[in-house]
C-alpha cells in the first residue's frame, strides 16, 4: 500500500507499508524499514526494544510519556488487537490517549494527523 501526501516539509511521512520479499516493512521518506519503531513528525525511533504484544510493560509506555504526544496510534500488525489498560495506564494518566488498531491503519492515520500538525506519535508493529 502506498500512502501520498503533498509534502512532507522536513517532517517523517510514512510513504508506504506492506509485504516485501523479507517480510513486512513500513516505508518512511522513501526509506525501508522491517522493525518495530516510532515515527513522529520530527523524530523516528528504531530502538524501540519489543518483542511482540505480550512482551509489552508499563515501562514501554513511560517511554512514549517522555515524548509528549498528543495521542498515541498503536499499529498492532495485521491483525486489530487491544492492549490491557494495565500497560499504558501510565500514558492515559497523563492525559495522552492511545488508539488501537492494524499497522496499515496506523500508518494512513498518522499521516492525516501529521499534516493537520498535530503531536502524534504511531508506534508501529512490523
Request: aromatic share 8%; proline share 2%; net charge negative.
Amino acid at each position: 500500500m502506498k500512502l501520498h501526501l503533498t509534502t512532507a516539509e522536513n517532517n517523517y511521512l510514512i510513504t508506504a507499508y506492506g509485504l516485501g520479499d523479507d517480510g513486512h516493512f513500513v516505508e518512511i521518506n522513501k526509506q525501508k524499514y522491517a522493525q518495530n519503531l516510532i515515527v513522529m513528525a520530527n523524530q523516528l525511533i528504531l530502538d524501540w526494544q519489543m518483542a511482540d504484544l505480550s512482551s509489552l510493560s508499563t515501562a514501554h509506555f513511560d517511554e512514549l510519556i517522555e515524548l509528549k504526544p498528543e495521542v498515541v496510534l498503536f499499529g498492532t500488525g495485521e491483525k486489530h488487537q487491544f492492549l490491557h489498560p494495565e500497560v499504558y495506564q501510565n500514558l492515559t494518566a497523563q492525559g495522552i490517549p492511545l488508539e488501537c488498531m492494524t499497522t496499515a491503519a496506523a500508518c494512513r492515520t498518522y499521516n492525516i494527523l501529521m499534516s493537520e500538525d498535530r503531536n502524534v506519535a504511531a508506534v508501529l508493529l512490523v
